[in-house]
T-cell receptor
Framework: DSGVTQTPKHLITATGQRVTLRCSPR?????VYWYQQSLDQGLQFLIQ???????AKGNILERFSAQQFPDLHSELNLSSLELGDSALYFC????????????FGSGTQLSVL | EDKVVQSPLSLVVHEGDTVTLNCSYE??????LLWYKQEKKAPTFLFML????IEKKSGRLSSILDKKELFSILNITATQTGDSAIYLC??????????FGAGTILRVKS
């Protein structure tokens, strides 16, 4: 168990809908990362937050947004969902957010039907 | 564009065999290279390499980085069925971006 908690584990929804994925980092970790993993794309970096502030942005679509709250948990919001958004979404955390190993949660499996 | 390429894409071996997984990269602002093992769901950390030529070792697993030729290898000796997993290579960049390769799927048959 990495200490990173993601909810829900599975999510099934329809195209056009909006969902929120939640992540609680390991105790003491200030940085949260979001990744998307699909069969054809591998692990793609979406966005990173450090102590409530956005620190780095990857291949995140405009329909997606994220935030990190004062208690350091993070939410990833996905809207106007498309079939191609079906993927495993991982949250990871680290102590300071640079040059160190990440601890991954078990992921949220999103299926858009 | 930053790129991390792993080979082979998949590999099937028998228990007791030794395997070598490859990772090459073309990136700007290299900071370190990391290896992760992914079984079922969450990737788990194996190694972080920052310096060329220094082997990191953990039990039957070892890894080394060549910063001149821009690649790393992950060796697993005396493989066991529990080593079956996806092995992910990632490059950590200054600017706080971790770029992953597509992974190598390893299956160890008993």
């Amino acid at each position: 168990d990495s200490g990173v908690t993601q909810t829900p584990k599975h999510l099934i929804t329809a195209t056009g809908q909006r969902v929120t994925l939640r992540c609680s980092p390991r105790s003491g970790d200030l940085s949260v990362y979001w990744y998307q993993q699909s069969l054809d794309q591998g692990l793609q970096f979406l966005i990173q937050y450090y102590n409530g502030e956005e620190r780095a942005k990857g291949n995140i679509l405009e329909r997606f947004s994220a935030q990190q709250f004062p208690d350091l948990h993070s939410e990833l919001n996905l809207s106007s969902l498309e079939l191609g958004d079906s993927a495993l979404y991982f949250c990871a955390s680290s102590v300071s957010g640079g040059g160190e190993k990440l601890f991954f949660g078990s992921g949220t499996q999103l299926s858009v039907l | 564009e930053d790129k991390v390429v792993q080979s082979p894409l998949s590999l099937v071996v028998h228990e007791g065999d030794t395997v070598t997984l490859n990772c090459s990269y073309e990136v700007t602002n290299f900071r370190s290279l990391l290896w992760y093992k992914q079984e079922k769901k969450a990737p788990t950390f194996l190694f972080m390499l920052t310096s060329s030529g220094i082997e990191k070792k953990s039990g039957r697993l070892s890894s080394i980085l060549d910063k001149k030729e821009l690649f790393s290898i992950l060796n697993i000796t005396a493989t066991q069925t529990g080593d079956s997993a996806i092995y992910l290579c990632a490059v950590d960049l200054y600017g706080n971006k971790l770029v992953f390769g597509a992974g190598t799927i390893l299956r160890v048959k008993s």
